[in-house]
């Protein structure tokens, strides 16, 4: 769990800044694919490769909310596969479920702060496989405040993002 919460503050940072990190390339855009960005970089720890992509739909009735992200990362050199990560723009509500959907398929997420993220590998794979294959992903959840919120993701162009991510880290 730990390494999720790792890798969903790193893609935040380089989705939201340019400054460059300590001991880490600045993120290169291997693409644009549909709905879905892919990027690259190198750490300390080697490659790391992430798709992520912004809703088309966000739902809910609330008056401020941040930025919301949904990603996949691969960190080879940490044995780290497949890694989905969801950023929703608020503080979620920590005794409430957090429910992805991608066309009839349900998953559960745990969440923490702002973020939000599978419980196991094996989730973590057949999460990132539903994405490919997919056509629509919702992600529905509730705010520390109890506002409810529906987003909505088209899942274009995300197998041929998986790919760039996969050839980047030589997966």
Known sequence: MMKSVRIICMALLVLTSSATFAKAESPALLGSFGNWKA???????????????????????????G???????????????????YMTGYSFNTSSDIIVTIDSEKFALAGQGENAWTTSDATDQKLALAIQKGSRMTVEGTSARGTKTKDTFSLKGSGDAYAAISKACGL
């Open 39 to 65: 990027y690259a970089y190198k750490e300390a720890t080697g490659q790391v490769c992430f798709m992520s992509s912004t809703p088309t739909k966000a739902e809910g009735k609330y008056t401020k909310r």
């Open 67 to 85: 930025k919301i992200y949904a990603m996949i990362a691969h960190r080879p050199g940490e044995k780290s596969k497949d890694v989905f990560s």
